[in-house]
């Protein structure tokens, strides 16, 4: 058995040596590579384990058994102290690429910019507010309808010729079972939710009367530009109950202006064309200057539609009106080109 340089002493005290420093050196390592030699090193056929195993032969048989029991519990002890180690420089290894790679999310809140909800959202659920203080409730529909929804019960024929006021966007149904192609489409307008409504209120017996308003997305098939978009939203309101008038829409329309815009802005009706009310109206908001801005359609219900909707018409009578709410916002906010809402520029979000 070759002897180390400085007197290590019996071969047992060696060994228990050789284990306390291989211990501390192995704690010390900061690198998987750097374990693997230091490993080898200590393991492995060339180290000094190794070569005091290889000197048992040389021993008496007593000793033998003693050393070989020490050599059998160093080696597991250092292996062991290897293995630990592996585990925990692996684990904080992981952990550091890990911390390298992330996307620090809370950069942009640290300069002090803080998210919120879009105007069109904040608009929507103001109109929402001032009507529920007025006392409706809301209603909402599918954006995919079907013909009869969007046109047909709300006494637009198929042969109407009102029918290409409104820019549809049809849905492709091959292969949809029972479904013919021009029969669903995406909504043109928020009205199929009145008919939706009244027919639910009817079968479920709940109404009329009825207060509803029915906020939501509508599509055409129109390109953007600084008064139009495809995808933009309305608000639709509906009344049905007995004996309403003209003058109650009136006054609904009067006293929304001014719980949305204040009490300095007024609104008019002028007489226009819609299929599903008669007679119909177009509502003109005042404007601080003393101009006009349009911002929707108005009506008494018409007959025939109250009548798609199981309702008797010579029994109930109401009112409708129905905004664009990106309009509304445009006015209420003085943005001069819609397309502003959908293009994403935090600064023109930043500020609203
Ligand atoms: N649906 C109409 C449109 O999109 C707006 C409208 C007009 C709704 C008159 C109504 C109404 O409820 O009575 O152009």
Request: charged fraction near 25%; aromatic fraction near 6%.
């Amino acid at each position: 058995m070759s002897s180390a340089p400085d007197d290590p002493g019996s071969p047992l005290e060696e060994l228990a040596a050789l284990v306390a420093d291989g211990v501390a050196e192995v704690a010390a390592v900061k690198r998987l590579d750097q374990l693997g030699e230091l490993g080898g090193r200590l393991l492995g056929k060339r180290s000094r384990l190794s070569s005091i195993r290889a000197g048992l032969r040389d021993v008496s048989a007593d000793e033998r058994a003693e050393l070989g029991a020490a050599l059998h519990e160093a080696r597991g002890r250092l292996e062991q102290a290897v293995e630990d180690r592996r585990r925990e420089l692996a684990r904080a290894e992981t952990a550091d690429r890990l911390a390298r790679e992330s996307l620090d999310l809370t950069e942009e809140l640290g300069r002090g910019r803080i998210g919120h909800a879009h105007v069109i959202t904040q608009t929507w659920e103001r109109l929402e507010d001032v009507f529920v203080g007025m006392g409706f409730t809301v209603a909402t529909g599918p954006e995919v309808e079907t013909d009869w929804f969007n046109f047909e019960a709300l006494n637009l024929p198929p042969s109407h010729p009102a029918r290409s006021l409104w820019d549809t966007l049809y849905l492709r149904t091959d292969g949809l079972e029972g479904v013919d192609d021009e029969q669903l489409l995406l909504r043109t307008h928020t009205s199929p939710v009145q008919v939706r409504t009244m027919l639910r209120a009817v079968r479920e017996g709940w109404g009329p009367p009825i207060h509803v308003v029915c906020p939501g997305r509508v599509y055409r098939r129109d390109t953007a530009d600084a008064t139009h978009l495809p995808v933009f939203h309305q608000i639709e309101m509906l009344v049905v109950d007995r004996h309403v008038t003209m003058a109650d829409l009136a006054g609904t329309i009067e006293e929304f202006t001014k719980a949305y815009f204040g009490a300095d802005l007024t609104s008019r009706l002028r007489p226009s064309y819609f299929p599903f009310t008669e007679p119909s109206a177009e509502v003109d908001i005042s404007q601080p200057d003393g101009s006009w801005l349009e911002v929707g359609g108005c009506g008494m219900v018409h007959p025939n539609v109250l009548g798609a909707c199981g309702l008797d018409p010579e029994e109930w009578s109401g009112f409708a009106f129905g905004f664009g709410i990106d309009r509304l916002a445009k006015i209420r906010h003085g943005i001069g080109d819609l397309r502003e809402f959908v293009s994403n520029d935090v600064r023109f979000l930043e500020q609203l």
